[in-house]
């Protein structure tokens, strides 16, 4: 073990039992050495990534139902305390899962969903990470609650900092998304504009992280406990389609985090009988303008090249993916792939959602459908079978996305003539009739 980590190991306070629930180690994902819970994120050996090893009990498919409709009904096996609920919190997950029937009419695709996380308290999947890191943050004894974000996680961050009643404390790349900018400065007056990339608003929180006690930057310092949030993404969607797994999963990848751990979460509910096993393909979406993994997986290589981000998918512009190389080994064991598109394929995606499912996206989720199309079109995906698309969150906090691309069809006098020559009184002549919607 190295020095820094022995002097945090014999200065911090002792954990209260079962801090963290059934979780008992933090485990190396490169050479496999174990270090106690505590506010670590890099193995002392081989500087590797660490994340959480559990003793899990027996659970069972009803005592999961019995629970708050929320993600703490996964608490047993999540890195959280058994009393989790009775901490304040944002209460996230438990979010829609559609039947996407329109969609995959028009992209020719047999069995189609949506898990639309936009509908969480801040409108994105980060609530998830966010409620895993706060209570890790708690029980670790923080005295600030921080991230560096390319929007949806500060704006998370800062809410459920807000709820707690704990300073809060956001970086964010200065070019971001107005109203991602404004969504995390409606919670917090510490918001902190930088001028770079995310890799550069990351890079200054890790260097603070190292500098100042007591701050839990959530996905730096306490990032094993933060990435655990994403796995009841795969817990929900397994347990609303029925206690099974889908065929197919389409992941927009950013950091990576997210699709390894739903993968992570496919394979603990097989081990645990909640699920029966099956093959299932796992995809990543990547905008071109910031698509290492994708180039990656292009080439059949293992190394990923750094990029400097330039797109319109600011959520994903993550030019240099911690787990990057994870998303690689997952896709290619699994028989799925990595696929990138374009900024304009980006914002046909958003459209798409929205004019066949009512579904207004950001543009991660233009991105996801957009290669979930391209996937289609050139035959990596399978259109007969069952397949999962996540929608990560909502469209109003990537307005200048499609601004220019949408508006008013007509701008008419008040009288009937004048609409009448705007040939839309033969709207819906030759319509169909409305789908039979499903929902989980």
């Given at each position: 073990?190295s020095?820094?980590v022995?002097?945090q190991?014999?200065?911090?306070k002792?954990?209260?039992?079962?801090?963290f629930g059934?979780?008992?180690?933090?485990?190396?994902?490169e050479?496999?050495?174990?270090?106690?819970?505590?506010p670590?994120?890099?193995?002392?050996?081989c500087?590797g990534?660490?994340?959480i090893a559990?003793?899990f009990?027996?659970?069972?498919?009803?005592e999961i139902?019995?629970?708050?409709r929320n993600?703490?009904?996964y608490?047993a096996?999540l890195?959280?305390p058994?009393?989790?609920e009775?901490?304040p919190?944002?209460?996230p997950g438990f979010?829609r899962?559609?039947?996407?029937h329109?969609?995959?009419?028009?992209?020719?695709?047999?069995h189609?969903?949506?898990?639309d996380?936009?509908?969480?308290?801040t409108n994105?999947?980060k609530?998830?990470v966010v409620a895993?890191?706060l209570?890790a943050?708690?029980e670790?004894?923080?005295?600030v609650?921080a991230?560096?974000s390319?929007?949806n996680l500060?704006n998370?961050?800062?809410a459920?900092?807000?709820?707690?009643?704990?300073?809060?404390?956001?970086f964010?790349p200065s070019?971001?998304e107005q109203?991602?900018?404004?969504?995390?400065a409606?919670?917090?007056?510490?918001?902190v504009?930088?001028?770079?990339s995310y890799?550069d608003?990351n890079?200054l929180?890790?260097e603070i992280?190292?500098?100042?006690e007591g701050?839990?930057?959530?996905?730096?310092?306490?990032?094993p406990?933060?990435?655990e949030?994403?796995k009841?993404?795969?817990?929900?969607?397994?347990?609303q389609?029925g206690?099974?797994?889908p065929?197919?999963i389409?992941?927009p990848v950013?950091?990576?985090s997210?699709?390894?751990?739903?993968?992570?979460?496919?394979q603990?509910?097989?081990?645990l009988?909640?699920?029966d096993d099956?093959?299932?393909?796992?995809?990543?979406?990547?905008?071109?303008?910031?698509?290492?993994?994708s180039v990656a997986?292009?080439?059949?290589?293992d190394?990923?090249?750094?990029?400097?981000p330039?797109t319109?998918?600011k959520s994903?512009?993550?030019g240099?993916?911690?787990d990057?190389?994870?998303?690689?080994?997952?896709?290619r064991e699994?028989?799925?792939?990595?696929?990138?598109?374009?900024?304009?394929?980006v914002r046909?995606?958003?459209?798409?959602?929205a004019?066949?499912?009512?579904?207004f996206?950001?543009?991660?989720?233009?991105?996801t459908?957009g290669?979930?199309?391209k996937l289609?079109?050139?035959g990596?995906l399978?259109?007969?079978l069952?397949?999962?698309v996540i929608n990560?969150?909502?469209?109003?906090k990537?307005?200048?996305a499609?601004?220019?691309?949408?508006?008013p069809?007509?701008?008419?006098?008040?009288?009937?003539a004048?609409?009448?020559?705007?040939?839309l009184?033969?709207?819906?002549?030759?319509a169909t009739g409305?789908?039979?919607?499903?929902t989980?």
């Amino acid at each position: 073990m190295s020095t820094a980590v022995a002097e945090q190991v014999a200065t911090r306070k002792p954990l209260r039992d079962g801090a963290f629930g059934h979780a008992r180690a933090l485990s190396c994902r490169e050479c496999g050495h174990q270090v106690g819970l505590g506010p670590f994120y890099a193995c002392p050996e081989c500087f590797g990534p660490l994340e959480i090893a559990y003793d899990f009990p027996r659970v069972t498919r009803e005592e999961i139902e019995a629970g708050p409709r929320n993600i703490w009904r996964y608490k047993a096996l999540l890195p959280v305390p058994s009393d989790i609920e009775e901490s304040p919190n944002t209460e996230p997950g438990f979010t829609r899962l559609l039947r996407a029937h329109n969609l995959g009419r028009e992209l020719g695709i047999d069995h189609l969903w949506v898990k639309d996380d936009s509908t969480n308290p801040t409108n994105s999947f980060k609530d998830r990470v966010v409620a895993c890191a706060l209570s890790a943050a708690r029980e670790l004894g923080a005295k600030v609650f921080a991230c560096p974000s390319t929007g949806n996680l500060a704006n998370a961050v800062a809410a459920a900092g807000a709820r707690a009643g704990i300073p809060t404390v956001v970086f964010i790349p200065s070019n971001l998304e107005q109203p991602k900018q404004v969504n995390s400065a409606v919670f917090t007056d510490q918001l902190v504009a930088v001028n770079g990339s995310y890799d550069d608003v990351n890079k200054l929180a890790s260097e603070i992280a190292g500098e100042e006690e007591g701050w839990a930057f959530v996905n730096v310092n306490v990032r094993p406990y933060y990435a655990e949030g994403s796995k009841t993404l795969g817990y929900e969607i397994a347990e609303q389609l029925g206690w099974r797994l889908p065929d197919q999963i389409v992941i927009p990848v950013a950091s990576g985090s997210q699709l390894t751990k739903v993968h992570k979460a496919f394979q603990e509910l097989i081990t645990l009988g909640l699920v029966d096993d099956k093959p299932y393909r796992v995809f990543g979406a990547q905008a071109t303008g910031c698509a290492p993994v994708s180039v990656a997986y292009k080439a059949g290589v293992d190394a990923i090249r750094p990029v400097r981000p330039d797109t319109i998918a600011k959520s994903l512009a993550i030019g240099n993916p911690a787990d990057g190389i994870y998303v690689l080994d997952i896709c290619r064991e699994t028989g799925g792939a990595v696929e990138d598109i374009t900024d304009e394929e980006v914002r046909e995606g958003i459209v798409l959602l929205a004019r066949t499912e009512g579904i207004f996206t950001e543009t991660a989720g233009g991105t996801t459908v957009g290669v979930l199309k391209k996937l289609v079109d050139t035959g990596q995906l399978d259109p007969s079978l069952e397949t999962v698309v996540i929608n990560t969150g909502h469209g109003l906090k990537t307005l200048d996305a499609v601004a220019g691309s949408v508006g008013p069809a007509a701008t008419i006098e008040p009288t009937y003539a004048a609409f009448a020559r705007t040939g839309l009184a033969q709207t819906g002549a030759t319509a169909t009739g409305p789908t039979q919607e499903g929902t989980a």
